[in-house]
């Protein structure tokens, strides 16, 4: 079993930054890739950025690219997403979450199905 859990969601002005953390237990942390999802009022679950376990190649959705960098602590079993200019838009429920493990080395997995536990997801607000 897995446990994630988010931090660092809040209100923000559009423009601004936020960081989130997602802390994971239970679990050898550096053997998954990780990924950041999000999810609007009304929308599907979206995916925002992934790593993987091993050379910390990055993947980002196209809406979010040049603005999220996505990083990992494998002490600390930590997982990041650093947001910056920030938009309404952005606006969402962000969730963490952990891929199946020992995939392959630089593997950065996009589709919610490729992820086997998630975090209970932290807001984050954008106002205009």
């Known amino acids: 079993q897995v446990q994630l859990v988010e931090s660092g969601g809040g209100l923000v002005q559009a423009g601004g930054s936020l960081r989130l953390s997602c802390a994971a237990s239970?679990?050898?942390?550096?053997?998954?890739?990780m990924g950041w999802f999000r999810q609007a009022p009304g929308e599907e679950r979206e995916f925002v950025a992934a790593?993987?376990?091993?050379?910390?190649?990055?993947a980002y959705a196209d809406s979010v690219k040049g603005r999220f960098t996505i990083s990992r602590d494998n002490a600390k079993n930590t997982v990041y997403l650093q947001m910056n200019s920030l938009k309404p838009e952005d606006t969402a429920v962000y969730y963490c979450?952990?891929?199946?493990?020992?995939?392959?080395?630089?593997?950065?997995?996009?589709?919610?199905?490729?992820?086997?536990?998630w975090g209970q997801g932290t807001q984050v607000t954008v106002s205009s």
């Open positions: 239970g679990r050898t942390f550096s053997s998954s890739p």
């Open positions: 979450a952990a891929g199946r493990r020992y995939t392959t080395y630089n593997y950065t997995p996009r589709a919610s199905d490729e992820y086997d536990y």
């Open positions: 790593i993987s376990r091993g050379d910390g190649r990055t």
